[in-house]
């Protein structure tokens, strides 16, 4: 995947079995780039960071009431149905094959798995930290895999692409503090606050995308890692990477907006 974390049907009569239904190969697309496992680790990185938005918010942990709603909030089913209808639209008759040929090799499926794998342990904050401290050590040499990853990162456009969800999510958390009534504020005085943190934003954006991509592809031979870059740049890659990040920035922003309801909810005394 370009990182910004089937049932089948069988035959109702007696003794007849139904032929296997084939998936749509846009959802055999969906299931080779694990899709589902990276919602639940979105989940739980949501979980921990309304923890962390209940201290800078409440003062203090939260309660029992809005641990329910962030349950509520980030439920995998929801936020499912909001990603994989978002990326069916986006991608819509693009050729899938290339992209399910890649994946669903040896190479393709452990790019995935390293891809889930570090970002499944970048949720503990100590690994965060010391992938972090990596890429700030090899930051402005001339490393190798540290150019082969700013060459992916180009490739994608994964640094502006993840800066305009990171500031479309941060709007939509003020338009639920807004509309939820914990304070007042303009659209205008909205777009000025978000905008004000853009820089500080980019900054973070590109140390965690570096980070996260040097603890991702460290195992991978450079022909391999040369190898996703390529198919990265192609009509295909790039239709993926587009639907990729329009399916989880349209989940982020309904998060981030109810998140925002909540808050002032919160704030206000009221019953989550």
């Known amino acids: 995947m370009f990182t910004i974390r089937q049932t089948l049907m069988a035959g109702a009569a007696s003794l007849v079995l139904a032929l296997p239904v084939q998936a749509a190969p846009v959802d055999e697309l969906m299931r080779a780039v694990h899709i589902d496992e990276m919602i639940e680790i979105m989940r739980t990185e949501g979980l921990d960071y309304g923890e962390d938005l209940a201290r800078d918010m409440f003062g203090g942990p939260g309660n029992a009431a809005w641990d329910a709603m962030l349950s509520r909030i980030y439920d995998t089913d929801k936020m499912a149905t909001v990603v994989r209808g978002t990326f069916r639209r986006s991608f819509g008759d693009t050729e899938a094959a290339p992209l399910l040929d890649f994946f669903d090799s040896e190479t393709g499926s452990r790019i995935v798995r390293l891809e889930i794998d570090a970002r ?5 904050d100590d690994v965060e930290s010391a992938a972090r401290d990596s890429f700030q050590a090899l930051d402005g040499s001339d490393d190798a895999r540290l ?5 992916f990162i180009e490739a994608n456009d ?3 692409a993840n800066v305009t969800g990171a500031m479309n999510a941060s709007f939509q958390f003020y338009r639920g503090l807004v509309d939820g009534g914990a304070f007042e504020m303009s659209e205008k005085d909205i ?5 004000s943190q853009e820089a500080e934003t980019r900054a973070d954006t ?7 991509m040097l603890l ?3 195992p991978l031979e450079d022909s391999a890692m040369q190898a996703y870059i390529d ?11 587009r639907a990729l990040f329009e399916g989880f920035n349209t989940m982020y922003d309904e998060i981030s907006y109810a998140l925002g309801l909540a808050v002032a909810q919160q704030m206000k005394g009221s019953d989550l």
């Open 120 to 124: 499944r342990a970048m949720v503990d």
């Open 147 to 151: 150019e082969q990853v700013q060459r």
């Open 158 to 160: 994964l640094i502006e």
């Open 191 to 195: 777009l000025s606050d978000v905008w």
């Open 206 to 212: 590109r140390e965690w995308l570096f980070a996260y």
């Open 216 to 218: 991702a592809y460290g």
């Open 231 to 241: 198919l990265s740049a192609s009509e295909e890659g790039r239709a993926l990477n």
